[in-house]
Structures are given as structure tokens and as C-alpha cells.
């Protein structure tokens, strides 16, 4: 049985992911995140994510039928850590 080989090749603005002929270029732009994995970046619980992000204060991008799966762009993150939006209490 033949596999086939994936080749992954990591430069510092882009990715470029080719399983095909064809390489997928994926910007950092469209790098998402879950809100768990959010929450493990900003080290806070998986809710203080969701209400800021209900709050506006961290764009999140939803996706899927009913739009009820949420990611957050890694640079948004960035951002708004940049920005210093974090507070011990997201419910204030």
C-alpha cells in the first residue's frame, strides 16, 4: 500500500502547506483558535473568553451552520493583548 508524503514548509510570514500538486498558501490572518485555546494563550477560563468575546472586546470570527462555532484570528489576539484589554474580572 503507497502513502502519501505530507510536506510542511514554515516560513516567518506565511505557511505553506502542500498535499497536492498544488500548495495551500494560509496567511497568519487566517490562523484561528478555539476559545479553549485562547484561554490557554491568555491563561483565563474558557468563559472569561467567551465574555469577552460576547462583550466585543476580542473579535471572534463564527463559522459554521447556525453559526455557532467560534474562533478567534490569532492577530486579533495579539492585538488585544497588545492593547492591554485584559482585566482580572471579565464580568465587570
Request: net charge positive; aromatic share 6%; glycine share 4%.
Given at each position: 500500500?503507497?502513502?502519501?508524503?505530507?510536506?510542511?514548509?514554515?516560513t516567518?510570514?506565511?505557511?505553506?502547506?502542500?498535499?497536492?500538486?498544488?500548495?495551500?498558501?494560509?496567511?497568519?490572518?487566517?490562523?484561528?483558535?478555539?476559545?479553549?485555546?485562547t484561554?490557554?494563550?491568555?491563561?483565563?477560563?474558557?468563559?472569561?473568553v467567551?465574555?469577552?468575546?460576547?462583550?466585543?472586546?476580542?473579535?471572534?470570527?463564527?463559522?459554521g451552520?447556525?453559526?455557532?462555532?467560534?474562533?478567534?484570528?490569532?492577530?486579533?489576539?495579539?492585538?488585544?493583548?497588545?492593547?492591554?484589554?485584559?482585566?482580572?474580572?471579565?464580568?465587570?
Amino acid at each position: 500500500m503507497l502513502r502519501q508524503a505530507f510536506c510542511f514548509i514554515y516560513t516567518p510570514q506565511e505557511e505553506i502547506v502542500s498535499q497536492t500538486e498544488k500548495p495551500i498558501i494560509a496567511s497568519r490572518a487566517l490562523d484561528l483558535l478555539t476559545l479553549a485555546e485562547t484561554a490557554a494563550v491568555l491563561k483565563v477560563s474558557r468563559k472569561a473568553v467567551s465574555v469577552w468575546v460576547n462583550q466585543g472586546a476580542l473579535p471572534a470570527v463564527r463559522l459554521g451552520p447556525g453559526k455557532r462555532l467560534i474562533r478567534i484570528r490569532r492577530s486579533d489576539l495579539e492585538d488585544f493583548i497588545a492593547q492591554g484589554e485584559i482585566t482580572a474580572d471579565p464580568t465587570d
